[in-house]
């Protein structure tokens, strides 16, 4: 049985005997009693084991280590310690799997930095016990949302010849032998896997709008990619990224789906990640709970960027970066405003020039049907936009940037054939997970992180 | 609207004006009527949209090409042709996006290597609207299987420097520069951006199992890649994956966990793709529904590798290839037996040199606690063991096979920090949906397939 199960059926199961498997967390051991913490990692809470020396093998369980697995045959009992609902009463404990002293994970305080080190052990421990529930939940959460909503979920390529947005530094990718071109003094592209260069993408959004535009609604959730040399709290150079596509959708309705995806996300997590949600509470960002609370009956404040720099330009604040019309924002206006407003914010209409090609220009000529949601404490979670539907004005954006039609002809086209208003966005779900858990470092929130000059297990 | 809320609340709508937005599939234009065969995209049925020449837009809708988007406003009334069970007459259609008359998704049958070149219009043709919706259902048959039995899933890593169970070629990954390479006539490791080789992963079991050992039960789903040479119908650069493994459970154990979600995942298409799998049924493989129907209530065979041998040697077959006791068996073997007990078979206890070295060793020196899940008309479809949970066992196995432990101590340790029984499988998620929809061609269950020499899109 599930130590969850047993959670769950805890009333009934009041005075039957169980077996459960699973790991020792901790172990105490006195003359006449032992007490074992135990855990299966089903769910968060552990069980109390409590075995006596009446038992034959008394001795020998006092001698089961830290991090054994075993199998418990016991009786749920009513805990007459504090604190503890019940406890399981044990008749018999089998060794399926030993554990030596020098075992790393012994319950005391690690530091976040030792536990990246033991990444394959990390998820024994009560913060990665709630992170990675939180991770696999939350990404049910986003599937539920679309699902239920008819979208079609849709796996876009991994491996690329073009580079998306040109959002970011690529890998590249390739069965060349690089000593073998050391040697020959070339690089010969046609002998290569695929006959040409090829990356690893850094979006599926330009996919995702073909599928947008033959069913209407479509989302990806899948891998993304950026070969970017900056080691800081919020990249990784493999993450993942949700991005929903919508025909027939306008920026106005873009928010709309935004703002009630997040909120169901968040809802779902609450209601899935009880014990989980009150541990990154009480240990990790005090109010949490508050502010994801809040966050699910409030209005999401929808400003443009001119009136962003103007607010910002008024504040009494002696600012590191000047704010100004027809530029892009810092980190340190993102939280001002934020916190301006006191909750998530749309800023909506953003100069076209610190934008990407495919964003729906204005009537104004200057601005560009762009929206960022940013929110307290995690900044820009989700960047969208309504796209350039227009044939022309797409062409023409392209041409003014210098950028190459070579491979995109086709995402040029979808303009020609039946193309209409549609938009779309990007949520990161390693920044979702940051702003869900208040876990600060993006290395923590995935399984085994990758950053520059760090690619282990 | 979206037609598929058409669809579901047609009886309370009958009457109403409802506007809905999709694409022109069809047009057929009379003197004093015209037909529009409509989709939006959101479900399989389409709408049939009927003007007639009391519209003062007549002449300008009667104009409006196949594969445009429009928006119509009409009233939902009975059908007074054949076959259908209402139709929508306009009382005003909008011109949304034009399309040219060289449009090639034009209302004929096309090729599916035509359709292949099309790859970003296919997804608005019958055959793929119904493809891809499965793709995107069965995905979320999977997630909801694992998920509400408390699985966590797991992100195991693309990027990775150890080759997983030498399951396959790699692809390179960099970001050194070729053409200087082949000018400085020297590969420097140290200054790639993880400080050494890496490449695309091709399995996330070694992490996934990591997973296990903390949280009991835990999934992967996500892509996988393989740098093979191989131009067959059966295998892409780029798949994706499903990757279960689960603590303390056995090689039994792990055949009911297959047998019952395969039975899951099937039932959950048939009920939410009711249209599609008729479509499929009909056009694609006579006969589908009734062999999916019959899995669902069938007992999967359990027979061992000897056995099967066995069962070859005595058939009256002449084989292309012989079977024998020790080796592995080839397509034809594998269809045969699928025949042989007319429906699903697990074949199991594997002779350990045709398979990988993490799996669990049989009391006879000679077979591993291996299983292989073989379906008629679509071969193997899943593949998996019990893990070698004996650190000894796993170390004198790599030993044997000359196998480098470098990058992979953490894999071995598993077996000392409180290892344990274990197993798990893996499922291409591809071969899935060739079983589950009847298309033959791996590159057309895929949006975007990545295969020798061909990456476009």
């Known amino acids: 049985m599930d130590v969850k199960e047993l959670y769950e059926k805890l009333d009934s199961l009041m005075g039957s005997t169980v077996v459960l498997e699973g790991w020792i967390k901790n172990h105490r051991k006195q003359k006449e009693f032992g007490f074992i913490d135990f855990s299966d990692g089903t769910c968060f809470s552990h069980v109390q084991l409590v075995y006596d020396n009446k038992l034959d093998t008394f001795e020998e369980i006092a001698k089961y280590r830290v991090g054994s697995a075993i199998r418990v045959e016991g009786v749920v009992i009513e805990s007459v310690g504090s604190g503890q609902k019940f406890e399981v009463q044990v008749k018999d404990i089998k060794l399926m799997g030993d554990c030596p002293e020098d075992y790393p994970m012994q319950p005391k305080r690690h530091s976040n930095e030792f536990l990246r080190e033991q990444a394959y052990l990390r998820p024994r ?52 032998d690089l000593n073998r071109i050391a040697k020959s003094g070339s690089v010969d592209y046609e002998k290569d896997f695929f006959g040409k260069k090829v990356g690893l ?41 949700i991005e929903p596509e919508i025909a027939f959708c306008d920026l106005e309705g873009l928010m709309n789906i935004e703002e009630d995806m997040l909120k169901y996300i968040v809802k779902y997590v609450l209601d899935n990640c009880k014990e989980e949600m009150e541990f990154f509470d009480k240990f990790i960002e005090k109010g949490l709970l508050d502010k994801l609370n809040k966050l699910i009956t409030s209005k999401f404040t929808r400003i443009t960027h001119a009136e962003v720099i103007d607010i910002l330009r008024k504040a009494p604040v002696k600012w590191e970066f000047e704010p100004k019309q027809g530029e892009d924002i810092s980190k340190e206006h993102e939280k001002y405003i934020t916190e301006y407003f006191n909750g998530p914010v749309f800023i909506t209409n953003w100069p076209k ?68 208003v549609h938009s779309g966005f990007g949520m990161g779900f390693e920044r979702l997970l940051i702003y869900l858990t208040g876990v600060e470092n993006i290395r923590d929130v995935i399984p085994y992180a990758r950053t520059p000059k760090n690619c282990n297990y």
Chains 1, 2 share one sequence.
């Open 201 to 241: 993408t850094v979006t599926g959004q330009l996919e995702a709008e073909t599928f947008a535009l033959a069913f209407k609604k479509a989302y990806t959730f899948g891998p993304t990619f950026r070969a970017e040399n900056s080691n800081t709290k919020t990249h990784a150079s493999e993450f993942w990224m």
């Open 353 to 420: 020039d610190i934008k990407a090609f495919y964003m729906k220009l204005n009537s104004d000529n200057k601005t560009v049907a762009a929206v960022d949601l940013e929110v307290p404490g995690a900044g820009e979670l989700m960047g969208g936009s309504q796209r350039e539907e227009d044939y022309d004005k797409l062409v023409n954006r392209m041409k003014e940037l210098n950028m190459s039609f070579e491979g995109l002809d086709w995402y040029i086209n979808l303009r020609k054939f039946g193309g209409c």
């Open 125 to 176: 421990v009560n913060l990665f016990q709630a992170v990675f529930r939180v991770r696999s939940v939350a990404a049910m959460a986003i599937h539920t949302y679309f699902q239920s909503r008819g979208y079609v979920y849709v796996h876009t390529p991994l491996i690329t010849a073009n580079d998306g947005e040109g959002a970011g530094e690529m890998f590249q990718l390739t069965t060349l």
